[in-house]
T-cell receptor
Framework: DGGITQSPKYLFRKEGQNVTLSCEQN?????MYWYRQDPGQGLRLIYY???????QKGDIAEGYSVSREKKESFPLTVTSAQKNPTAFYLC???????????FGQGTRLTVV | RKEVEQDPGPFNVPEGATVAFNCTYS??????FFWYRQDCRKEPKLLMS???SGNEDGRFTAQLNRASQYISLLIRDSKLSDSATYLC???????????FGRGTSLIVHP
């Protein structure tokens, strides 16, 4: 089945730790995105990538890092510098060029 | 001013009703427009694209008004299963980055 997969579904992190969220797609999409959603809020763009080995900061990139070494994969690292990391993280991909984006099931990160 | 604005609702309607949502966007150079549906604690799912000529998919009709910079979604014969949050999405810039509105909550009751 073609799709976009995020793992893990739930993640608990201690303060001061870095954690990496996985995002893999087999849709052959060029563009990939990471969004953050807080309760009752809209989606805010963290990072995006239009092509392998290239990525750009979104609106709230501070405290996050990404890599795009393969077309299929776009992992997000939440670093200890992110002041309020507890949120619902959503990864998406699209063909680019204004086509609709498709989402993974999301990762709920909680800092304990 | 936010790039994409929606009335958060909730819109509370009985089964069978017709309901309409509007969304305004600030960037006149925006290129693509979509409606997504998001169920509670789930990921957003693409509902439909929105074209200048308007488009329909079953009970759902979407319209784009570029002159006034708004898009609309009309749902006819509402079902209980239509209860969800509806997100307006606009892409802009050379990279066609999707920008999301905060969503409009719809509750369909028996």
């Amino acid at each position: 089945d073609g799709g976009i997969t995020q793992s893990p579904k739930y993640l608990f992190r201690k303060e001061g730790q870095n954690v990496t969220l996985s995002c893999e797609q087999n849709l052959n999409h060029d563009a990939m995105y990471w969004y953050r959603q807080d309760p009752g809020q809209g989606l805010r763009l963290i990072y995006y990538s239009q092509i392998v080995n290239d990525f750009q900061k979104g609106d709230i990139a501070e405290g996050y890092s990404v890599s795009r070494e393969k077309k299929e994969s776009f992992p997000l690292t939440v670093t200890s510098a992110q002041k309020n990391p507890t949120a619902f993280y959503l990864c998406a991909s699209s063909m680019g060029g204004g086509q609709g984006a498709f989402f993974g099931q999301g990762t709920r990160l909680t800092v304990v | 001013r936010k790039e994409v604005e929606q009335d958060p609702g909730p819109f509370n309607v009985p089964e069978g009703a017709t309901v309409a949502f509007n969304c305004t966007y600030s960037n006149s150079a925006s290129q693509s427009f979509f409606w997504y549906r998001q169920d509670c604690r789930k990921e957003p799912k693409l509902l439909m694209s929105v074209y200048s000529s308007g488009n329909e998919d079953g009970r759902f009709t979407a319209q784009l008004n570029r002159a006034s910079q708004y898009i609309s979604l009309l749902i006819r014969d509402s079902k209980l299963s239509d209860s969800a949050t509806y997100l307006c999405v606009v892409t802009s810039g050379g990279s066609y980055i999707p920008t999301f509105g905060r969503g409009t909550s719809l509750i369909v009751h028996p």
